[in-house]
């Protein structure tokens, strides 16, 4: 086992299941504490499980980004038991069946009901700033604290506006939108950040098999984890306040 991140302690949200798994599964292989945030914590002690059979030190954290009493209890679990955090991975996040997927079912932007919008942003935006909010005097006491919030290439407004993409007819109206705001949280607080050794930046796993597509992605989790787990282990002097998939920098 590699040891590099020995002593870290890393948070993954919807962690129990898909590219939340992987890259906990990663950071732990390479030495990390692994926090396994999950809304159910009988699926998220089954992961944790999992987990331990390949001799990873694994805690499962019951954690609905939705729900601020989890969240509140979550910190005070890690305020308790570790006293630090130094990688926050914020990757649950979820399409709507009005929005794009139910049924397969794709309606056009402007038949979006204001309910899916709402329940979309509720996981997706709100749930993210809950948590890195509650978590971040955490991450400041790290030497190295790292924050990445997944993110998607349908949220890239350069993407969506060019006709040859090659999602072009994935015009997701909450969704897409949805990590088009994540990028900007993810700037803004680089910005504020930017004097601290704290790091956060926007992961595109691309399109990947798991239950929020359908499993009609193409990408394996492995391949999918890729960015997020450079960017949860970035050197002291990495980017910070971008947006990257495992070939680079993606197009805001």
Known sequence: MSEDLKGKVALITGANKGIGYEIARQLGSRGATVLVGSRDIGRGEEAANKLRLSQIDTRTIQLDVSDQKTIDSAAKQIESEFG???????????????????????LPPSQVDIETLRH????????????????????????AGRIVNLSSGLGSLTLNSDPNYEFADFKFL?????????????????????????KINAADPGFTATDINQYQGYRTVEQGAIAAVRLATLPDDGSSGGFFDENGVVPW
């Open 84 to 106: 630090k955090l130094d990688i926050l991975v914020n990757n649950a996040g979820i399409i709507s069946d009005g929005d794009a997927y139910g049924g397969k079912l794709r």
């Open 120 to 143: 979309t942003y509720e996981t997706n935006v709100f749930g993210l700033f809950a948590v890195t909010k509650a978590l971040l005097p955490f991450l400041k006491k790290s030497k």
């Open 174 to 198: 909450a969704y897409n939108s949805s990590k088009t705001a994540v990028n900007a949280i993810t700037v803004l607080l680089a910005a504020e950040l930017k004097d601290t050794p704290i």
